[in-house]
């Protein structure tokens, strides 16, 4: 195991893409993965598109998507928290990632069905992430490339201004290796309850973690204990709002509900909290994990009625239902009087709604009522009444390794010569907040391809 | 139909139209996820439509260990052969040949036996070449109505099959639309043109396109060299043997190449792929039936090679034994599903339109 040059930390595709490209350049290249092989692949396994800039209609994206349009995408969603250099470097480089991702066996498929709205910006992938993963270890492997799958990573050692060795197990077995450069790319913390715990408080026990349980931010940890340079609010996470009867790891993207828009959400007390029309959905699904993480107990529930029943994604559990709204209260365990209380307010509040069209901002909005309901507001009034229950659903951690335009990560702004991150681990270098759909991908195969690059760079 | 399967695609399928990943693999998907509940017949049409390609179980983020526990490529199986057990008529027939490659050996055993019979009691009239064995009018007898019964059969099962997934009255673009996609085997190229997910895990190969594509042609130019003999043999009066430069012997001997080319390769794809992500029940069955399909190609080829030796009765009661078992099996074994699948795919058609 001491034959290596380079040792890649993780398994998703910001580790591939350093893989592959160091072997390419002649590197030979260890990835060590905590998970067991049908588990491998961190949550890249559970993504569908990633985000591309294009002068022109490019594999599967039509019609052009500009450097200004996307850099103005990515403002929009972090309020101006972004590192615009970097962000840019990964704009740019997206297009050329394209072709590259087809030549290592990546496969795209038009825009899937319900998401139309995508299929100018995002490239998605047929079979989703697994399949890329899949792809990706294939030819990781003709390049010559080693994976050790359950291969836990536990410590670096940092000495002046590099990395001496790296410990791991495998098999019950701890290990030390040597390599002669190390890229990281094992993604956020949000795995580990107790870190989450500690950053968000004890409501995040709670929160129900939308991707791998394999992402502990061990070698975050360690690294940033030695003193490496951090970016990133410790304290916050990407959050959505999913289906409650998610299972508490990897639950992935058929958890998601779309119904809110059609619905009212109520707190376990059956009140209102917020505006459930305020836009669109894709445009509001993020901050309803914070919505209903402030909510007693972390949980939401969102009633729609009969006439809402096919106006969204079908999700994966059915909702419970009731003739009466009573019936619905009692399945979903919520104070009966208080939901009908609730209904009955916000349908008198609501006017005229003939101009309802459920998918662009209709101004069908409530009038006289606390918090108003701004969009898509019909009363929930035909039976039978259906009902969904909401948590708080983590899909990342925003803490993260601070790397340069070269991937490269320091302590107290001095290099570590041998030591690059890739991906959802240094995605804070980019991204201070929100979230756009599609950039972690491009952040991890723009920053996996430049660390593979350079680690191979200094190893040669 | 057997409904603990039937509510296994169903719960599959549900999770299936909140992720959506698979969309572009093949023509279940978009089938799929035109609705919200599915109706038995429905789920049947799916099976039907699904090659087992195994694309959309590697690209999976929910199988097994994952609690979501996604095999869509054996549940569909599973209910594909139910379907078939169910509306084939007569059912118990189905249900000994699908699951049973035993049963095939038997019959075919059966089928030897017969042919020996015929040649004994029957005989030969005088004719030349095979007609000095067996008689054309024995052998007409034997197999004209050997190879109209299936037919009957298959009608039967089609309509049942027709009504059970809510087919309505045919129009030219459908047939046009599914034989196209039929002759081209557009989707075991899968979405992306390179094939199934088969017998090197999540590797895409055309291998089994490929054999695929030589059973089936194989098959036809068989059928074919079989077609031109009999209207040489009634319209112009040419009655067999025929030299080698002559239709029906290209014709037969490049079809019983390639038939047992592809049948030899099918068999060993199969012994390679994982068979839990197919009908494991019927995995005898199929390899059963893929065997007796390679012997009709093989014992063509001999029967032609060493038709002029000693040999020869014997071989001639042999292949024609083969063949007489594998028309009679056809709408009980794996051989019906090229009519489901027609079936399905003319429905798909008919969905889309
Ligand atoms: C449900 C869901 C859907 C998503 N959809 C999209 C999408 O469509 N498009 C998009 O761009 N982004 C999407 N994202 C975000 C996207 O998943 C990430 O941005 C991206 O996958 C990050 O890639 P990565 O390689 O950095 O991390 P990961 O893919 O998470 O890989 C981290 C790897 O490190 C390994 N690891 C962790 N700790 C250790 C250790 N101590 N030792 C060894 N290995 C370790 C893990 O096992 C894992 O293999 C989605 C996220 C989720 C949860
Ligand atoms: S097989 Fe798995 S990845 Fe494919 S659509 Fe179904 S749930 Fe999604
Ligand atoms: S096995 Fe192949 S044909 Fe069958 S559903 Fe999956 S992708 Fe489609």
């Keep these: ?93 997206s297009e050329e990632c394209l072709p590259w991702m087809e030549g290592h066996g990546v496969r795209f498929q038009p825009s899937l069905s319900g998401t139309l709205s ?33 291969a ?9 201004n590099r990395i001496e060795w790296v410990d791991y197990t495998h098999l019950g077995q701890s290990h030390r290796i040597t390599p002669k450069a190390v890229i990281v790319a094992s993604g956020g913390f949000q795995a580990d309850t107790e870190w989450l715990t500690r950053a968000w408080g004890p409501a995040a026990q709670n929160f129900l973690i939308r991707g791998t349980p394999y992402n502990r931010g061990v070698v975050l940890a360690d690294l940033l204990d030695q003193g490496i340079d951090s970016v990133g609010d410790p304290t916050q996470c990407h959050a959505v709002a999913i289906d409650g009867r998610a299972p508490k790891f990897d639950g992935g993207i058929v958890t998601r509900l779309d119904c809110v828009p059609f619905s009212i959400v109520v707190n376990k007390n059956a009140e209102r909290f917020y505006d459930e029309g305020e836009d669109v959905w894709p445009k509001r699904y993020a901050i309803w994990g914070r919505l209903v993480a402030a909510q007693p107990d972390q949980v939401g529930y969102a009633i729609i009625d009969a006439k809402a029943r096919e106006l969204f994604m079908p999700s994966v559990f059915p909702p419970l239902q009731a003739d009466t709204l009573e019936g619905l209260a009692e399945l979903m365990e919520l104070p009966p009087a208080q939901l009908r209380a609730t209904v009955e307010a916000f349908n008198a509040a609501c006017g005229d709604t ?12 409530t009038s006289g009522i606390e918090p108003a309901k701004t969009n898509w507001a019909r009363p929930i009034s035909d039976p039978p009444f259906f009902g969904y229950s909401l948590r708080t659903g983590v899909t990342f951690t925003y803490l993260g390794l601070k790397v340069d335009a070269r991937a490269q990560c320091s302590a107290q702004g001095n290099k570590i010569e ?25 952040i991890g195969t723009v920053f ?13 | 139909m057997q409904t603990e399967l039937i509510e296994e695609v169903r719960r599959q399928a549900t999770i299936c139209n909140a992720c959506r990943y698979c969309e572009g ?52 199986a599973e209910v594909r052969r139910d379907s078939w057990e169910a509306y084939t008529w007569p059912a118990p027939l189905a249900r000994r040949f699908h699951t049973q490659g035993g049963a095939i050996a038997l019959a075919l055993v059966a089928g030897f036996a017969l042919l020996f019979w015929a040649i004994r009691a029957l005989g030969s009239a005088g004719g030349n070449g095979f007609y000095a064995v067996l008689s054309h009018n024995a052998m007409v007898a034997i197999f004209l109505p050997s190879f109209l019964l299936p037919l009957v059969s298959l009608a039967i099962s089609l309509r049942r099959y027709w009504r059970a997934v809510g087919g309505s009255m045919l129009q030219i673009s459908d047939v046009k639309v599914a034989l196209t996609r039929t002759a081209r085997m557009t989707d075991l190229a899968t979405g992306h043109g390179e094939g199934c997910n088969f017998e090197d895990e999540d590797r895409f190969t055309q291998a089994r396109r490929h054999m695929h594509q030589a059973v089936m042609w194989g098959f036809l130019l068989c059928f074919a060299a079989t077609s031109v003999g009999t209207v040489l043999h009634y319209v112009f009066d040419a009655p067999a043997p025929y ?99 027609l079936a399905a795919l003319l429905r798909d058609a008919q969905r889309k339109r």
């Design chain 2, 243 to 341: 030299p080698f430069w002559s239709l029906p012997k290209l014709l037969g001997v490049s079809g019983g190449l390639l038939l047992t080319l592809g049948c030899g390769g099918m068999i060993a794809l199969k012994l390679r792929a994982d068979r839990q992500l197919g009908d494991v029940a019927a995995w005898g069955g199929e390899i059963g039936f893929i065997a007796l399909l390679g012997f009709v190609g093989l014992s063509g080829l001999l029967l032609y090679w060493l038709g002029a030796t000693l040999l020869m009765p014997a071989l001639l009661a042999i292949h024609l034994g083969a063949v007489l078992s594998f028309f009679l099996l056809t709408p009980y074994t794996k051989m019906a599903h090229g009519f489901y699948r």
């Design chain 1, 118 to 150: 995508l299929g100018r910006t995002n490239a998605f992938f047929m079979g989703g992430g697994k399949s890329l993963v899949n792809a990706y270890y294939r030819t990781a492997q003709a390049l010559g490339v080693t994976a050790l799958y359950e």
């Design chain 1, 152 to 160: 836990h990573v536990t410590h670096l050692e940092l000495n002046g």
């Design chain 2, 25 to 76: 693999y093949c023509s279940v998907f978009p089938a799929l996820h035109a609705e919200r509940a599915f109706a038995d017949g429905t789920i049947t049409q799916l099976a039907n439509l699904c090659h087992n390609c195994r694309g959309c179980y590697y690209a999976c983020q929910y199988t097994a260990p994952h609690e979501f526990d996604l095999n869509l490529p054996k549940a569909l």
């Design chain 1, 354 to 365: 003939s101009g309802f069209h459920p998918t662009e901002l209709d101004g069908v909005a």
């Design chain 1, 448 to 460: 996996g391809r430049i660390a593979g690059q350079e680690a191979a760079d200094y190893a040669n």
């Design chain 1, 1 to 93: 195991m001491n034959d290596f040059d380079i040792a890649v930390i993780g398994g998703g595709n910001a580790a591939l893409c350093a893989a592959m490209v160091a072997a390419r350049a002649g590197a030979r290249v260890l990835i060590l993965e905590t998970a067991p092989q049908p588990y491998r692949g961190g949550n890249s396994r559970h993504t569908r598109n990633f985000r591309c800039m294009h002068a022109g209609p490019l594999g599967p994206l039509t019609d052009t998507y500009d450097e200004e349009e996307y850099l103005a995408d990515l403002l929009k969603v972090t309020g101006g928290k972004t590192d615009e250099n970097l962000a840019r470097l990964a704009i740019r480089t």
């Design chain 1, 418 to 442: 041998n030591l690059w991150a890739a991906g959802e681990t240094m995605a804070g270098s980019i991204l201070g907040q929100g979230y756009l759909a599609g950039f972690g991908m491009t």
